[in-house]
């Protein structure tokens, strides 16, 4: 059995589920980034020799690559007609951070703003902006006395998310919410945990009629392999009170960020 997806990265972590389920399973993953950002040719016979694709949707505005059925030739008109066809949101949150790093993949595919730009810049470039110095901003960085707005912050990564599941057949928002303090759902903001891939994957063996469920906390967090791990500071351990342990608090590892946003480089 063939099974195609059309995603970021973010597919692995349910390539590994999925195979221990469905036996002689052939995974192939085709790169929507990549694709979309090299305007590489579509894998044509890939996809019609597919039974089962998964992917993330991608906006009309990049046309053939796009996953919307209003664009002619778009990428999903070569499949079979036989074929199972499964969505699922790109899965972010940049609220568990004081700031997120610049990530050309979020705005590319995922339709998030701030392209080759820092998240979250806002709290450092208003203390410039009223006339506060770069020493002065890093004494009140280690002071714990800057507002990183993780609120509403948090509130707009599930509004995006939800927006986004409403063409999905996957749905994961709530369980990051009811979650967010008790378990480590994320790595970076755009690679989550096994615990999120296994509630995705879930979901995927009941559409596909597969009676099997996986406990959802019952595997190391990072089945998938991803590579970076943001370090935690003290303001998200002030803020979040996470119920499970942070094994590394470290508020020097943003400092640089700080500097490189206040001097806008």
Not at 85 to 98: K, M, N, T, V
Not at 170 to 184: A, G, L, Q, Y
Not at 225 to 253: L, M, Q, R, V
Request: net charge neutral; proline share 4%.
């Amino acid at each position: 059995m063939n099974l195609v997806y059309y995603t970021n990265c973010q597919y692995s972590g349910l390539d590994y589920f999925l195979k221990q389920q469905i036996h002689n399973l052939n995974s192939i993953h085709i790169e929507n980034y990549t694709l979309i950002k090299n305007k590489n040719k579509i894998p044509i016979d890939i996809l019609k020799n597919s039974d089962i694709f998964i992917y993330q949707p991608i906006n009309k505005n990049h046309g053939i690559y796009s996953t919307d059925k209003s664009i002619p030739n778009n990428i999903m008109t070569y499949l079979p007609s036989k074929c199972k066809i499964i969505s699922f949101p790109y899965i972010y949150c940049d609220a568990l951070w004081i700031l997120i790093r610049p990530a050309e993949i979020d705005a590319l595919i995922g339709s998030y703003d701030g392209i080759y730009k820092y998240i979250n810049k806002e709290p450092i470039e208003n203390l410039k902006s009223k006339g506060f110095s770069l020493d002065e901003v890093l004494e009140m960085y280690n002071q714990n006395s800057i507002d990183f707005d993780y609120k509403n912050r948090f509130n707009k990564s599930i509004e995006i998310l939800k927006n986004k599941e409403e063409i999905c057949d996957i749905k994961v928002s709530e369980f990051i919410k009811t979650n967010i303090k008790r378990h480590k759902l994320f790595l970076t903001q755009n690679h989550p945990t096994s615990y999120i891939f296994i509630h995705c994957v879930n979901q995927i063996l009941l559409i596909l009629g597969i009676d099997y469920k996986y406990n959802e906390f019952s595997f190391p967090e990072n089945i998938g392999k991803f590579s970076g791990d943001y370090p935690h500071t003290t303001y998200d351990a002030e803020y979040w009170k996470f119920e499970y342990k942070i094994n590394i608090i470290n508020n020097n590892w943003y400092i640089d960020d700080i500097k490189t946003i206040f001097n806008n480089i």
